[in-house]
């Protein structure tokens, strides 16, 4: 099955500073890679996602960039604020149908 | 649109009893995913479900786990004889059938399951 891989476990940055968060894949057929906030006792939520046609894109602060050739892709938050602490999942797309998760970043923004 | 609907929220079982987890998907979505998420842990794939069929069950247990999604009502994960290493946040999501190649997939609040 797909192994997903995410770097590192824990980010701690002061407000105001960005935060990037790297994800590694196996399954070279992935074709979608979504990016999902969770906060504490909640649910995880879509925040951004690419598909393997296109390099980068950015919503607002919020960007995330793939390297098909490396299978990895990143999320990268800028003018981090405090409500970007979460643990943020990234995910491919495996098989028919389904998704695979890494193990979650816990990003800090420290006041 | 109320968003997927998770119940209970909530759930306390003693070690043998069982368990039973509800799922009712986004209005108009026909796909429905069950994952399972340990503390301090990442979302595990468990089951895919479509009306009235496991299209993908290689995430579950191979036994006392089981996972329906019929024709009318919500989907079910039930845990029989549960023991201490179930207790877990069990997350359902659903999509409106086309994959997750092409869509995001819209999680409910989870079930958190504890066992005694």
């Known amino acids: 099955g797909e192994n997903v891989e995410q770097h590192p476990s824990t980010l701690s940055v002061q407000e105001g500073d960005s935060a990037v968060i790297k994800c590694t894949y196996s399954d070279s057929a992935s074709n979608y890679f979504p990016w999902y906030k969770q906060e504490l006792g909640k649910r995880p939520q879509l925040i951004i996602d690419?598909?393997?046609?296109?390099g980068e894109k950015k919503d607002q602060r919020i960007a995330v960039t793939l390297n098909k050739t490396a299978k990895h892709f990143s999320l990268h938050i800028t003018e981090t604020q405090p409500e970007d602490s979460a643990v943020y999942f990234c995910?491919?797309?495996?098989?028919?149908?389904?998704?695979?998760f890494g193990k979650g970043n816990q990003v800090v923004v420290i006041p | 649109n109320a968003g997927v609907m998770q119940n209970p929220r909530h759930l306390v079982r003693r070690r043998g009893q069982e368990a039973r987890l509800r799922c009712s998907p986004m209005k108009g979505h026909s796909h429905v995913y069950w994952y399972r998420q340990l503390p301090e842990e990442g979302l595990k794939f468990m089951v895919y479900?479509?009306?009235?069929?496991?299209?993908?069950e290689s995430g579950m247990p191979k036994e006392r786990f089981s996972a329906e999604f019929p024709k009318e009502g919500p989907s079910i994960l039930r845990i029989q004889q549960v023991v201490r290493g179930d207790s877990a946040a069990y997350f359902c999501a659903s999509s409106p059938g086309t994959s997750p190649n092409t869509g995001e997939l819209f999680f409910g609040e989870g079930s958190r399951l504890t066992v005694l």
């Open positions: 690419i598909r393997s046609n296109v």
């Open positions: 479900l479509q009306k009235e069929n496991i299209i993908d």
């Open positions: 995910a491919s797309s495996y098989g028919n149908n389904r998704l695979a």
